[in-house]
């Protein structure tokens, strides 16, 4: 076995010849390679890519996203988050996983978080009693539409049935999803925009200061700017992660009371036929109404059959269109770190939906 580390100054120098050669097996794609060079927060030395190779062959990789958190002084410390991980199947349960963690965490000092997204990953994690619980996010999916084929395929053998299932239901629907009522915005004006204006900076930033990470308008624009996601025509590539949809899309809106002035703006990520809300920022109670208002049109405008939602403002929000879903369900999110950081992370410190790599996929 041949434990391999790469840094961001060398992921380009390493990756594109493998770009270049149908059929390799990829540990970054050109959208994540993308990426990863334009991270305001990453440092040119930072280890981002672990190998490991037998018989001259990529069998397992681990990949992380360099980030910062806000510890009790307010001041910003440098740490990475679990962002991927990939054995090759012939190879597992050979301990690969754990050289390469153990790889990470000693180039990291430590300094490592993760979410309980990928539960194999988390199991490893777990197994090494060296992370701990930082927050569990209450959250709710809310299914506007029925999904029973994306849902139940992998468990029952009748995809057909369950196809034909969907669109009967959703035919019947799209009557009642067309005559809703959605409460008009009033005295509040919604824009649709490409990325945060300059007049919302101040916003961001005050709504940000008990956020544990404080991402900004300059990260929110180098997440808009490189997705690793697309709907758009690409080769496919022996990559084993997402990269390619038949739907993605960023949908911004900007908000304003014309009453008093009071801005806010909404953060959509259309994937495939979900909806998410990385990030929302609200001066006002009215402010969030509106947003609830715009989230709710936007899926029946675009046929989406679900969101996720985990900000209890926009929960909040939510229970007046409780009659227009079908159903929901509790979906929490659990936020881990490494024991080594726990005394530097503030308890109670607000995590929003798109912290950690969801506001690059949704």
């Known amino acids: 076995m041949d434990l391999r580390?790469?840094?961001?100054?060398?992921?380009?120098?390493?990756?594109?010849?493998?770009?270049?050669s149908p059929g390799s097996t990829l540990p970054l794609s050109p959208l994540?390679?993308?990426?990863?060079?334009?991270?305001?927060?990453?440092?040119?030395?930072?280890?981002?890519?672990?190998?490991?190779?037998?018989?001259?062959?990529?069998?397992g990789y681990r990949t992380l996203l360099p980030d910062k958190f806000y510890d009790h002084e307010g001041l910003p410390q440098g740490f990475?988050?679990?962002?991927?991980?990939w054995v090759h199947p012939r190879m597992r349960r050979q301990g690969i996983s754990t050289l390469l963690l153990n790889e990470a965490e000693e180039k990291w000092?430590?300094?490592?978080?993760?979410?309980?997204?990928?539960?194999?990953?988390?199991?490893?994690?777990?197994?090494t009693g060296r992370f701990g619980l930082i927050a569990r996010r209450e959250g709710k999916r809310y299914y506007l539409r029925s999904n029973a084929?994306?849902?139940?395929?992998?468990r029952i053998k009748a995809g057909g049935l369950l196809k034909m299932g969907d669109r009967l239901i959703n035919q019947l629907r799209e009557q009642q999803l067309n005559s809703f009522h959605i409460p008009e915005s009033g005295s509040?004006?919604?824009?649709?925009?490409?990325?945060?204006?300059?007049?919302?900076?101040?916003?961001?930033?005050?709504?940000?200061?008990?956020?544990?990470?404080?991402?900004?308008?300059?990260?929110?624009?180098?997440?808009?700017?490189?997705?690793?996601?697309t709907d758009q025509d690409i080769p496919h590539i022996n990559y084993?992660?997402?990269?390619?949809?038949?739907?993605?899309?960023?949908?911004?809106?900007?908000?304003?009371?014309?009453?008093?002035?009071?801005?806010?703006?909404?953060?959509?990520?259309?994937?495939?036929?979900?909806i998410s809300v990385p990030y929302f920022f609200a001066e006002e109670d009215q402010l969030r109404d509106a947003m609830a208002s715009t989230l709710t049109r936007t899926m029946i405008e675009r046929g989406c059959t679900h969101t996720t939602i985990r900000h209890p403002g926009l929960n909040t929000r939510l229970e007046a269109f409780s009659k227009l879903f079908l159903s929901s369900k509790q979906m929490p999110q659990l936020v881990f770190a490494h024991k080594k950081l726990s005394d530097s992370i503030p308890p109670g410190a607000f995590i929003h939906?798109?912290?950690?790599?969801?506001?690059?996929?949704?």
Do not use: C
């Open 5 to 20: 580390t790469f840094t961001l100054e060398e992921l380009e120098q390493y990756l594109n010849p493998l770009f270049a």
């Open 32 to 59: 994540r390679l993308k990426s990863y060079l334009a991270n305001p927060r990453a440092d040119k030395g930072d280890v981002v890519l672990f190998e490991m190779h037998h018989e001259n062959q990529l069998v």
């Open 80 to 85: 990475a988050w679990l962002s991927g991980n």
């Open 109 to 127: 000092h430590g300094r490592l978080m993760y979410t309980n997204y990928a539960p194999d990953s988390k199991a490893l994690y777990d197994h």
């Open 149 to 154: 084929e994306e849902l139940l395929g992998n």
């Open 188 to 229: 509040i004006s919604v824009e649709g925009i490409k990325e945060p204006s300059p007049e919302l900076e101040a916003i961001i930033s005050l709504t940000q200061h008990d956020s544990l990470f404080r991402r900004d308008r300059n990260i929110f624009s180098w997440a808009l700017g490189n997705p690793w996601v």
């Open 240 to 274: 084993h992660f997402s990269y390619s949809s038949d739907k993605f899309e960023n949908i911004l809106f900007k908000y304003q009371n014309e009453e008093n002035g009071a801005l806010g703006m909404l953060w959509l990520i259309h994937h495939n036929r979900a």
């Open 353 to 362: 939906d798109g912290d950690g790599d969801v506001m690059f996929t949704g």
